[in-house]
């Protein structure tokens, strides 16, 4: 078990080895009735069905691998299909877009963000993210963000080794949504050489050091205890973290941490026959659970969990409504991800978008400002004897905590 001395001066990139984050291939086809968006350039609004797949095959599932003490785990889940490469034009590329999740969630995207930087941590070096990014961003026609120009910074440990395929989609899909959701927002990747608690931890404190006003973590760390919940916090500084993708079970950190962000996953649909344009349903996948170890938050008043109640917020994160994200790591280019990986990045997007992070105390305004969000109140991810914990309901619920973003004004 680790202790709060365990994380006391931590630096951001001791030099270990990594353990590897295996693929969990699966050949198990899962029918969908995703209908997406056609956009023409990066503000466009349109709703549109681009070709519906009739049954999606998972081509890997990093979520599958086995979770171990102490170890964060990646969590997204890749879509098997036909890889288009750099020069497919955004409308030959399934899944959903940067405009698609602008729409879906009302984001005032092209507008707000300046003078934002989104901190993401990651394990390993990817070479290539600097350059996939560049051709996402050019594709969906939003603006560069490369090193050069400041926008871009990545942190490399010594002795960071290189990419797993699992670790560099988790690359790809965290500077991919943060740029969809935010594009004049700043980047900073942290990539470290171990997925041990006690160094993720380090890389999120290094990211906040190095400018960071909101954080971005896609993984999951079973809980054990006794836990170190301040270490995870930040004042001022949003601190977001995946909820994990193995439905209603025990509780994962950071997620799990009082003041942090818990972020759960959705379906969503275009629907043009609804007043939003969109459905949205709780994902099977997605995580919740009572915490074991953290305190309840003031603010967090569901009666079923005495400890911390898992999750906070929800978007889009089923992988049979994917979005689109390019990746070269051991990958073709065009691809097509889901996960609670995914919806993470989306929801921190949108803290920076909003820009108030030094007023806020953890997801305390997201119960304050209810009404700001879009309720998710059907969909389950598992049986549990408090309803509300793995069924999506009106008002709180574990799947999806109080809903998902309707613009910013609930962040």
């Known amino acids: 078990m680790f202790k709060n001395r365990l994380f006391q001066g931590i630096a951001v990139c001791a030099v270990f080895a990594l353990p590897a984050c295996s693929t969990g291939g699966s050949s198990a086809q899962v029918p969908t009735t995703q209908a997406s968006a056609t956009d023409t350039g990066a503000v466009s609004t349109t709703i549109a069905k681009r070709s519906v797949e009739s049954a999606r095959a998972f081509a890997a599932n990093c979520s599958g691998t086995a979770a171990v003490l102490e170890t964060g785990n990646c969590t ?7 890889a288009l490469g750099a020069s497919a034009t955004a409308a030959q590329i399934p899944g959903f877009h940067p405009a698609d999740l602008q729409s879906a969630y009302k984001l005032p995207a092209s507008t707000a963000g300046k003078g934002q930087t989104i901190g993401i941590v990651v394990i390993g070096t990817d070479a290539n993210l600097e350059s996939d990014l560049a051709v996402y961003r050019k594709t969906f026609g939003l603006p560069a963000c490369t090193s050069a120009s400041g926008c871009l910074k990545i942190l490399t440990g010594t002795g960071a080794p290189a990419a797993s395929a699992n670790w560099a989609h988790e690359a790809s899909i965290d500077v991919d949504m943060a740029s969809a959701v935010c594009p004049n927002c700043k980047l900073i990747v942290a990539q470290i050489a ?150 993470a990045p989306i929801v921190a997007g949108v803290y920076a978008l909003a820009g108030n992070g030094a007023s806020l105390t953890g997801a305390q305004s997201l119960y304050t400002h209810a009404s700001s969000l879009f309720p998710v109140t059907s969909g389950s991810n598992g049986i549990c004897t408090v309803a509300y914990l793995c069924t999506a309901e009106a008002g709180y619920n574990g799947p999806s905590g109080m809903g998902s973003p309707d613009g910013i004004a609930a962040f």
Request: glycine share 10%; proline share 4%; net charge negative.
């Open 76 to 82: 997204n889940i890749e879509v098997a299909g036909t």
């Open 194 to 343: 171990t997925n041990a608690a006690v160094n993720l931890v380090g890389a999120d404190a290094a990211v906040v050091k190095d400018g960071a006003t909101v954080v971005s973590n896609s993984f999951a760390i079973p809980e054990s205890a006794p836990e170190a919940n301040a270490t995870w916090a930040h004042t001022g500084v949003p601190i977001v973290a995946a909820a994990g993708d193995t439905g209603y079970s025990t509780a994962n950190w950071p997620a799990a941490a009082t003041d942090v962000i818990a972020v759960g996953a959705t379906t969503l649909t275009a629907n043009a026959a609804t007043a939003r344009g969109w459905t949205e349903t709780a994902w099977s996948g997605t995580g919740s659970a009572c915490s074991a170890v953290a305190a309840k938050p003031s603010w967090q008043l569901d009666s079923g969990c005495s400890m911390r109640t898992v999750a906070d917020v929800a978007a889009v994160g089923d992988p049979n409504t994917p979005v689109a994200v390019y990746d070269t790591y051991e990958d073709n280019g065009w691809i097509q991800m889901g996960g609670t990986s995914v919806s």
